[in-house]
């Protein structure tokens, strides 16, 4: 599609936008959700002008609600596909097998996204172009910010990955105004959602009596967009380290151990952040609550005692003497006279094999015989872990002496007056804790001078004291 003069200017704009965001790569595969209104087909128009140079493979994807009478939606958004040249698919969207709720715009929302990432997956699309404009950006911080909300959900992003597909918003940086003028100049349609002027939804609200009042009060409006921007390059800066950071966490399966040094260090708001990106790798989709993390911040400057509990949500939060313990409230902990076992391993009996443990709690060591793994009948030894414990288990001439015997025992000595056979002594297994002996497995001669088996073995109870 070539763009008319005064249309060019605003590609241009979108254009430069994309490419210092790096929203869209030469030749790829791009589905563009076409609603019908000014700021989807005005995206169409923008992105199939570009497509002769950049070799976008475009299509437009319609979705009909059923919420009202959408025909000429329909419509509307085939006619403009046909007329810039770029395929079309509609799709008939049954709300009821998604699940209505009492927030029908919200789920109309969800199902239509479903769609989109569904649709695009089975054509091999690597990018969804959504057509959200900066008056829409403004309107959603507004809203956001009358219902309380930190920095990472303020605003809008240019472009966010979400289930292994890139979404894109190419038009943040424009007016809905000058949409409209692109549209007239090119000589397409759109439609206007009746729905957008009703005053009972308060983004409604927002839109009609609140954006045009605050553009009025700046310099330039665009310099508000450029803010917004600006907020969301910050949001995912805050996303980045809080992610990055989550490596100073102590995790092992639904357990995640936060350090208090994290808080005394950096204080509330870095430890607040890194407290809402654990939890949410903890339970997907858990936003937690102000008050909760408040409360949270609370125990810290009043109360941080040994044992304190709370919860929100299917989330619970314990104080330990060195870390907040982060669980699902469905988390399996056996507790047994203050001690939570959060792990129990049977060890094979042949190497090689690791384990890398957490750096806390103790680990204890008990001979087991096959088929009896409830009745332990030695315990080897007890330890405290260091902060650096990875358990495996390697061959005994790897590792000749025993680092816990001050004798400094050779554990090929050791199996010869257990009475193992030459032959296997160099590779029977032993134990080592950060590539250190600890023990060796098996235990007679049986057990090994015939064939592998697993008929003594041990069994490694990793424990967190509290």
Excluded at 124 to 136: F, K, P, Q, S, V
Aim: proline share 4%; hydrophobic share 40%.
């Amino acid at each position: 599609m070539i763009l008319p003069p005064k249309a060019q200017s605003l590609m241009a704009k979108v254009q430069t936008f994309i490419n210092s965001e790096g929203l869209l790569l030469d030749g790829e595969r791009v589905d563009i959700a076409l609603s019908g209104g000014a700021d989807s087909v005005a995206l169409c128009a923008i992105l199939a002008a570009m497509a002769a140079k950049r070799a976008y493979k475009l299509r437009a994807l319609h979705i009909r609600h059923g919420l009202r009478d959408d025909a000429q939606d329909e419509e509307i958004s085939l006619r403009v596909a046909e007329k810039i040249g770029i395929a079309f698919e509609s799709v008939h969207l049954d709300l009821a097998k998604h699940g209505l709720s009492s927030n029908v715009e919200a789920a109309a929302r969800e199902a239509r996204y479903e769609v989109l990432r569904q649709k695009a997956k089975d054509a091999n699309a690597t990018c969804i172009a959504l057509g959200h404009n900066g008056d829409e950006n403004l309107e959603t911080a507004i809203w956001r910010l009358t219902r309380g909300c930190g920095i990472e959900g303020l605003t809008l992003r240019p472009k966010r990955y979400w289930a292994g597909l890139k979404f894109i918003r190419p038009l943040l940086m424009q007016s809905k105004d000058e949409l409209y003028d692109f549209l007239q100049d090119c000589g397409l349609p759109w439609v206007e959602d009746p729905s957008n002027q009703s005053q009972i939804f308060l983004r409604n609200q927002i839109r009609h009596n609140a954006l045009a009042p605050i553009k009025e009060l700046a310099t330039n409006p665009s310099s508000i967009y450029r803010s917004l921007h600006n907020l969301a390059k910050d949001a995912l800066a805050v996303e980045g380290l809080s992610e990055a950071a989550l490596e100073l966490c102590v995790w092992h399966d639904d357990l995640c151990l936060l350090p208090h040094k994290i808080y005394d260090i950096y204080g509330s708001s870095a430890f607040s952040q890194l407290f809402r990106h654990a939890s949410r790798r903890l339970i997907a989709q858990y936003q937690a609550r102000y008050d909760f993390v408040q409360d949270i911040l609370s125990c810290y400057t009043q109360d941080r005692r040994l044992g304190r509990k709370l919860s929100d949500r299917g989330l619970m939060v314990e104080f330990s003497s060195k870390y907040l313990l982060l669980y699902p409230a469905d988390a399996k902990f056996e507790r047994q006279n203050d001690i939570v076992q959060i792990a129990v391993e049977e060890l094979d009996v042949f190497p090689p094999k690791s384990w890398e443990l957490a750096p806390y709690g103790r680990l204890r060591l008990l001979r087991m015989v096959a088929n009896h793994w409830k009745k332990p009948t030695t315990e080897c030894f007890a330890m405290t872990l260091p902060e650096r414990a990875v358990l495996s288990i390697e061959f005994a001439h790897m590792h000749p002496r025993f680092s816990s015997d001050t004798h400094g025992v050779d554990s090929l000595d050791a199996l010869r007056a257990m009475g193992i056979p030459r032959v296997l002594r160099n590779n029977y297994p032993v134990l080592c804790l950060n590539n250190q002996a600890l023990c060796i497995l098996g235990g007679s001669r049986s057990a090994l001078a015939q064939k592998p088996t697993k008929s003594e073995a041990l069994l490694v109870l990793w424990e967190a004291t509290f």
